[in-house]
């Protein structure tokens, strides 16, 4: 199993702050994935990295992969309290199309 | 983006009971659909792996007596949890994946999520 350890496992900031979230591993990824889960719902795509380096902007999210691709990050710029949830990463193990999550960070962003 | 639904969104059944859940794909078709579980504060567990018209694929630690799977369309797919316990009690969540559902790199579609709760 190809283990992806996320990191700080929970964060809570006030609106305005920025943060970045972690998601590293051992193993090389052909690609990695970032989902939002909001509580009592299903996880939501945010991104796909592919290419070792890259950075993927979505508004105030930006997305990088690690040169090697064995890791990515997550920053956020100036928090808002839409953006609390469950901030996973997850790759795709090729056999099927199954996808494993990383472990999780839970963001809390308040007033 | 594609659209998967989950019914019921919640349910609350005695132990020993079974519950089926079901798993849609509202426009378009899912040759392969996903059952994950998740416990409070964690991650997603894949539980199973659908095929349209063949056996699930179980993961590793997942009872396959306990945990029946059924993907008899290209829009639907089942899970029953039967004779349930409190340990049971777990958000469930679906995915669905096809060709036809516009996504790339494997793009899997979640749906809502059930919570079931095992008294």
């Known amino acids: 199993t190809q283990l992806l350890e996320q990191s700080p496992q929970f964060l809570s900031i006030q609106e305005g702050e920025n943060l970045t979230v972690y998601c590293n591993s051992s193993?090389?990824?052909?690609?990695l994935q970032w989902y939002r889960q909001e509580p009592g719902e299903g996880p939501v795509l945010l991104v796909t990295?592919?290419?070792?380096?890259e950075v993927k902007k979505l508004k105030r999210l930006t997305f990088q992969f690690g040169d090697a691709r064995k890791d990515s990050s997550l920053h956020i710029t100036a928090a808002q309290p839409g953006d609390t949830g469950l901030y996973l990463c997850?790759?795709?193990?090729?056999?099927?199309?199954?996808?494993?999550f990383g472990t999780g960070t839970r963001l809390q962003v308040t007033l | 983006g594609a659209v998967v639904s989950q019914h019921p969104s919640w349910v609350i059944c005695k132990s020993g009971t079974s519950v089926k859940i079901e798993c849609r794909s509202l426009d378009f078709q899912a040759t392969t659909m996903f059952w994950y579980r998740q416990f409070p504060k964690q991650s997603l567990m894949l539980m199973a792996t659908?095929?349209?018209?063949?056996?699930?694929?179980?993961e590793q630690g997942v009872e396959k007596d306990k945990f029946l799977i059924n993907h008899a369309s290209l829009t639907l797919s089942t899970l029953t949890v039967t004779s349930a316990h409190p340990e049971d009690s777990s958000f469930y969540i679906c995915?669905?994946?096809?060709?036809?559902?516009?996504?790339?790199?494997?793009?899997?579609?979640f749906g809502p999520g059930t919570r079931l709760t095992v008294l």
């Open positions: 990295v592919v290419t070792g380096g």
């Open positions: 995915s669905a994946r096809g060709p036809s559902s516009g996504g790339s790199y494997n793009e899997q579609f």
């Open positions: 193993s090389v990824f052909s690609s």
């Open positions: 997850a790759h795709d193990t090729g056999t099927a199309s199954k996808l494993t």
């Open positions: 659908s095929n349209e018209g063949s056996k699930a694929t179980y």
